[in-house]
């Protein structure tokens, strides 16, 4: 399908049922249950979701293939959100626009950062990336205020010129649209005790992950894939043979980049308004952790790795004391205290130890990442099917490392 | 490109056809009830949207511990605090609306985006119909936007940029605490009395949105009053160690340096002017002084000794002795065990003030509370009389020009008020320049259905 292998065209079209039921997939816990505080099922998260998601897959292109790891990558995605609000400001509200732009400016400037970064190779090109990332963030919070906002960040006001538009109305806030249809539009189908959200934004910038999804594994499966994956495995080897690698690496670095472009893009479309902390050096070391966490060199594994840590950090920074209070409340009072005292260190703004030893233990136990322990399980079953050890012959998902 | 450029009435019509197809099962969210989020059980929820992680979590952790005194104050619970000292008598402690107030609880990081993604999980996610909260002005406007975006009253926490309630200003945002340019018309005088009226002022500014602010506020009330100023220099937020900075201004001759700097960036830098040992200078006769024009109890505790003598603006203090100030200090103080900062004050004010809009408007429409707090007066909450502007939804009130004190007697008495500059000297037109000007409009309440 597509021009896919069948493992492949499988992993595409789990990959879109997932996101197609997803409003189904996140919301598993009736709304009034104690439960109901770990649904996700609400637009802005789902949102961030795949918006992340995108931009871990763009780049696990670079990290998992080329193994180059670049330390900078939330330039990229910032470089995009603000190219992104200045279409929406100048141009039109229509997010449309926005999007392309930002796909266009930060390829751009992921070409320079790239054609200066990738003369040095290992923890020097890690380097060289990360002080760029900085460069751009301090330049965006201070030098740059007049383009980028400075502190306040940049945000449709209604007296911006939109050139495409018609006038707003009197008093009217301006929103981000798609012909007409606001990003937080939803549409809420209530069954029984569930409520289930469907919304816009999420479902373009779940069409765009798709379709994000199915060039990477293009990329993945074509020659110049294979290319980057040999620059990988032994880049000297490759250049005594007579092959200039940089081409293929900076062809990698710039589809990143524009991967990232495309997050950023998604991230203004859907909450018109951009931040210079989008491009601070904890922001590109998420991404990394995202790729590691589900799995580099793997087509999955950046998606769950992203999903993973965006849904640890919007749900459990907010379970709070009082919230715990109520699901011990059921103990004697000794004893729920004590519960109570245990957890609390690992909830609310503890969110941050939480997801440290998490990805600890998955970094130990498991080095291919969730999509390894997938794998492990997959063949635990499959080993009590037929006996014969096939774990690793998913070739779909088959680790790079 | 005739596809993107969509005509007003296409533009209508395409999302009529779009609105009735994606509408035709049931209903679009909002359009059942009369605004965002509207309460229909026996409880209602507010949203504290703070910074429990990153540089502000001090204050972060104060701003909670206040609200979590308003809503036990407002369900009826301890001794009330400043709900029995407030000159409006509509808060009975029996909730707000006779609905029990809950609330939710968020991490800002001090950053625009983990900010503004808590808060939205808190409206579409909890249903939350009120924000508060954040200890930055960046992370205070980039959620106001949302909220008025969203069809959500957002009550500021502490943020002293302009911007908030000048150039960013919102129709469904309201800000209690003072700002930048009140903390310069607040100084001068005191700074004429204290230091004379000729005097050569040189800026060390933050780099950054409210240090430009504030720059540009105390430059102008100072230089109204005869000073001139010598030199202002940006500094990098980043920066901890200031001496590059400070010992061009031993080769000028200023006599006065005023930090726009806070927390870590003035704790830092006013360590380095006091052990480069300007305090001890004369220059053109003169003794060298050095001004913070924000302080923060938190930040005076940061610099320690350096303090003292050193003159700044804040926008409340735990030893002011009004009936309102003293019930608040001793019910926080009974059930935390210390005095509150100026960030849980504001906080606590802001949900005070939120749920009596409700109470007098009748409704927790956005649009009923706008209408209820612009233009009301109130006191006794600590800061005198006061003035919620309709104009610019920022408070008006009496600011206070503190002073690190020679002899403290604990870590809390750090600060002693020395002034207390009446109100009509700090109010300003809404559209000078220094707020936005003219062009910036606060725009229609927006209920968010």
């Known amino acids: 399908m597509f021009g896919l292998r069948k493992s492949d065209s499988v992993l595409l079209l789990i990959v879109i049922a997932l996101t197609v039921f997803a409003p189904f997939i996140l919301n598993p816990f009736p709304e009034n249950s104690v439960m109901a505080q770990f649904n996700a099922g609400y637009p802005d998260l789902m949102q961030r979701l795949v918006i992340f998601g995108i931009f871990a897959i763009g780049f696990n292109i670079l990290f998992g293939l080329t193994g180059y790891l670049s330390f900078g990558h939330a330039a990229f995605l910032g470089v995009g959100s603000y190219a992104g609000v200045w279409m929406i400001k100048l141009l039109t509200l229509n997010v449309i626009p926005a999007i392309v732009v930002s796909v266009i400016v930060a390829g751009a400037f992921s070409l320079l950062v790239g054609w200066i970064s990738l003369r040095r190779s290992g923890i020097y090109f890690s380097i060289l990336t990360l002080a760029f990332a900085q460069m751009s963030y301090a330049l965006a919070y201070s030098v740059l205020t007049p383009i980028t906002g400075g502190e306040t960040g940049l945000q449709p006001k209604v007296a911006d010129p939109r050139i495409l538009d018609a006038a707003l109305e009197e008093g009217v806030t301006p929103r981000a649209n798609l012909f007409g249809m606001f990003m937080n539009d939803s549409y809420e189908m209530v069954v029984g005790g569930w409520i289930f959200t469907f919304n816009v934004g999420y479902y373009i910038a779940a069409i765009c992950m798709v379709f994000a999804f199915y060039l990477s594994i293009r990329i993945f499966r074509s020659p110049f894939g294979l290319m980057l994956r040999a620059v990988k495995s032994n880049q000297q080897r490759l250049n005594y043979t007579g092959i200039e690698s940089k081409p293929y690496t900076l062809a990698a670095f710039v589809i990143s980049g524009m991967y990232a472009g495309l997050a950023g893009g998604l991230l203004v479309a859907m909450d018109t308004q951009a931040g210079a902390e989008r491009m601070f050096w904890t922001a590109s070391g998420e991404v990394v952790l995202m790729t590691i966490l589900g799995g580099a060199g793997t087509l999955i594994g950046p998606v769950l790795g992203a999903g993973f840590i965006k849904y640890f950090e919007n749900i459990v920074s907010k379970i709070n004391a009082n919230i715990l209070e109520t699901w011990f409340s059921f103990m004697p009072d000794g004893i729920s205290d004590l519960f109570v005292g245990l957890i609390y260190p690992f909830i609310g703004k503890g969110w941050h130890l939480t997801l440290g030893i998490l990805f600890m233990l998955v970094v130990i136990f498991l080095p291919g990442g969730l999509v390894q322990g997938g794998q492990k399980i997959a063949g635990m079953f499959k080993n009590k099917k037929d006996g014969s050890d096939s774990a690793t012959s998913s070739a779909s998902a088959a680790p790079a490392e | ?449």
Request: charged residues 20%.
């Open chain 2, 1 to 449: 490109m005739s596809i993107i450029k969509p005509t007003r009435r296409g533009l209508l019509r395409t999302s009529a056809v779009a609105g009735a197809g994606l509408a035709m099962p049931t209903i679009f969210t909002g359009s059942a009830s009369a605004y965002m989020n509207e309460p229909t059980g026996s409880s209602v929820t507010l949203g504290f949207n703070v910074p429990q992680s990153g540089p502000y979590a001090d204050e972060g952790a104060d701003e909670l511990r206040a609200y979590e005194l308003a809503v036990e104050h407002l369900n009826g619970g301890g001794d009330g605090g400043m709900m029995n000292t407030f000159s409006s008598k509509e808060l009975k402690g029996n909730g707000i609306l006779g609905k029990k107030v809950e609330y939710v609880t968020g991490d800002t990081q001090t950053k625009a985006d983990a900010a503004r993604a808590s808060a939205k999980s808190m409206i579409e996610k909890d249903g939350a119909i009120m924000i508060t909260g954040g200890s930055s002005s960046g992370v205070a406007v980039a959620v106001q936007a949302l909220c008025q975006e969203a069809g959500i009253i957002f009550m500021a926490g502490l943020t002293h940029s302009n911007d908030t309630t000048g150039k960013d200003k919102k129709a469904n945002g309201f800000r209690h605490f003072f700002n930048s340019y009140m903390s310069g018309a607040a100084l001068a005088p005191v700074l004429a009395n204290a230091y004379g009226k000729d005097r050569k002022a040189y800026h060390l500014t933050a780099d950054y949105n409210w240090g430009y602010t504030t720059e540009e506020a105390v430059r102008e009330s100072t230089e109204a009053m005869g000073w001139e100023t010598v030199n202002a220099v940006k500094t990098p937020l980043t920066q901890t160690d200031f001496s590059s900075y400070i010992a061009p201004v031993l080769q000028s001759d200023a006599d006065v340096l005023v930090l726009n700097h806070y927390g870590g960036n003035m704790i830092n830098s006013l360590t380095n002017a006091v052990q480069f040992g300007l305090r001890d200078k004369l220059v053109n006769g003169k003794n060298f002084e050095i001004i913070v024009p924000l302080y923060s109890r938190l930040m005076a505790r940061g610099a320690g000794e350096n303090v003292k003598g050193i003159f700044g603006s804040t926008n409340w203090h735990w030893s002011l002795q009004d009936e309102g100030s003293k019930a608040f200090v001793k019910s926080f103080g009974e059930k935390y065990g210390f005095p509150p900062s100026q960030a849980a004050h504001t906080t606590y004010c802001q949900t005070l003030l939120y749920a009596d809009a409700a109470e007098r408007a009748g409704t927790f429409n956005p649009c009923g509370i706008v209408e209820a707090l612009e233009g009301f007066e109130f006191d006794g909450l600590g800061n005198g009389k006061t003035l919620y502007r309709a104009e610019d939804h920022q408070c008006f009130k009496d600011v206070l020009v503190v002073k690190g004190k020679e002899n403290p007697t604990s870590e809390f008495d750090i600060l002693e008020v020395v002034e207390v500059t009446p109100v009509e000297q700090v109010t300003y037109d809404a559209n000078i320049p220094q707020m936005g000007g003219p062009e910036a409009t606060l725009g229609d309440c927006n209920p968010g259905a």
